[in-house]
Structure formats: C-alpha cells, structure tokens
C-alpha cells in the first residue's frame, strides 16, 4: 500500500495512522461511545494510551494495519486491522474501524473498507477479516454486507445497555484469499 491514497471522488485521503493521530481518535471514539449499541466500550474506558500503543504495535506489523481517513484536514474516521497471534489462527484479522460524528453519509466508511481489504488481500499472510458489529447498527451492517461480509454467528445478548436492555453481537467476516 502507498502511504496515501486520495479518493478523488469524495476528496478523501486515506493514509496510515501516526501517534499524532492518537488524540482526535480517542476523542471520536469517546463520543461515537456515547451513543448505547455502537461500541462495547464507556467512553472512560478509552485511553489516547491504548490507540497510540495500537498504532506503534501495527506500524510494526505486517500482518496489521492501522489507517485513517482525512477530509478538509480533519481526520474522519479510522480502522485497523489486528491480527489473531496464534499460529492455527494467525490467517485471521479482527477489523475495528470507526465513522466520528458528522462524516457519516460520506464515504468514508466505505473508503476505509475498500483499503482495509485491499492491503489484507494483498498480505502474504491474512486470509479472513473478521469484525463484531452491535444488532443495532443496521447502518453497519449495510455497509459490511456490501463490502461482502457475511454474517457467521450472533452472541445473544452479549452487551448490556441497561438493567433491562441487551443487544446482540452479529459476528461478520471475509474471507480475501
């Protein structure tokens, strides 16, 4: 992958993430957590430490990538790639990628996919991308669904939003090679 790649249909940059990225992430991710059934994460439990230990631990790899998405100078969204460690499940990447508020409806996510899965169709070593996605998120799950997901399983009431409220947690994935 280039360092950067323009979309010039959506004016959209989508580049490899740097520690000075960090804060903007964490900050998107604290809001876009706010809002019950997007993340499993509370926003206190979000750490501009974990996001730029994240992006030094795949900037490393070459079986993980981390990426965001630029438009107008402000970064609008951002996804990685973690790869499974173990060696029978090493083939395998856990996709997270994340939409801040106010870009959606823009392209962004879909960008973020299409270079997401490009780089892993063009690792010597991933073979299957894999994410969870909330029930709930039918925005989501329309994007993953045309990107060529497919739903594998569902954990019945796996997050809990209240005393008396649960969303299930759709597992999707596909297979690049």
């Not at 991308?129 to 060529?148: F, P």
Request: hydrophobic share 40%; proline share 2%; with cysteine.
């Amino acid at each position: 992958m280039t360092e950067q790649r323009k979309d010039k249909t959506m004016n959209i940059t989508i580049r490899k993430a740097k520690v000075e990225d960090a804060h903007a992430i964490v900050t998107a991710e604290q809001e876009i957590a706010q809002t019950p059934g997007y993340f499993c994460s509370q926003p206190s439990e979000l750490s501009e430490q974990n996001v730029i230990r994240t992006i030094n631990v795949l900037g490393e790899s070459e079986n993980g990538i981390y990426l965001v998405a630029e438009q107008e100078g402000k970064i609008a969204g951002h996804a990685f790639l973690e790869p499974l460690h173990l060696k029978s499940i090493c083939h395998v990447a856990q996709l997270s990628i994340g939409v801040h508020h106010g870009w959606q409806e823009k392209g962004i996510g879909t960008a973020l996919m299409k270079q997401v899965i490009t780089w892993a169709k063009q690792s010597k070593t991933i073979e299957k991308i894999e994410l969870n996605v909330r029930a709930s998120n039918d925005r989501a799950i329309a994007l993953y669904k045309k990107m060529g997901f497919i739903e594998e399983g569902r954990l019945k009431n796996r997050i809990k939003i209240n005393e008396s409220l649960y969303i299930d947690d759709v597992l999707m994935a596909l297979h690049v090679k």
